[in-house]
């Protein structure tokens, strides 16, 4: 009996470490408030981005939802079409995340625009 007992134990302590290792696969998952360093001045949003590498970026401008996020280690990239005063400019992210704190930028025709960002 001690021996089903033990095996048991053994088996939920295997399932918890599992599950606790999934959930911490995506760095980049959350909510972030973010800030934009733009020709146009900073340009606040809030980016919540899902483990399966979709999100939304929201901001005074309406929102955008964001797919294709791909995510190494703590390198995250995507690529994203935004509405600029009815034009369509098409956006490149890439950036770091170490813990609560995202830095990046994004690459677009017009040069590079700088992002930080924190967890909210």
């Known amino acids: 009996m001690s021996k089903i007992i033990r095996n048991s134990l053994a088996?939920?302590?295997?399932?918890?470490l599992t599950a606790?290792?999934?959930?911490?696969s995506n760095p980049f998952a959350g909510a972030w408030d973010t800030m934009?360093?733009?020709?146009?001045?900073n340009q606040e949003s809030v980016w919540t981005i899902a483990e399966d590498g979709t999100g939304m970026m929201a901001s005074d401008q309406g929102d955008?939802?964001?797919?294709?996020?791909?995510?190494d280690g703590n390198n995250v990239s995507f690529?994203?079409?935004?509405?600029?005063?009815g034009q369509s400019l098409s956006l490149r992210f890439n950036?770091?995340?170490?813990?609560?704190?995202?830095?990046?930028?994004?690459?677009?025709?017009?040069?590079d625009f700088d992002v930080t960002g924190t967890r909210q």
């Open 11 to 16: 088996a939920a302590i295997l399932i918890i």
């Open 20 to 24: 606790c290792a999934a959930g911490n």
């Open 36 to 41: 934009a360093t733009t020709p146009l001045g």
């Open 64 to 71: 955008q939802a964001v797919d294709g996020i791909v995510v």
């Open 79 to 85: 690529d994203v079409d935004v509405d600029a005063g």
């Open 95 to 111: 950036g770091v995340v170490e813990g609560d704190s995202l830095t990046g930028a994004f690459a677009s025709d017009f040069g």
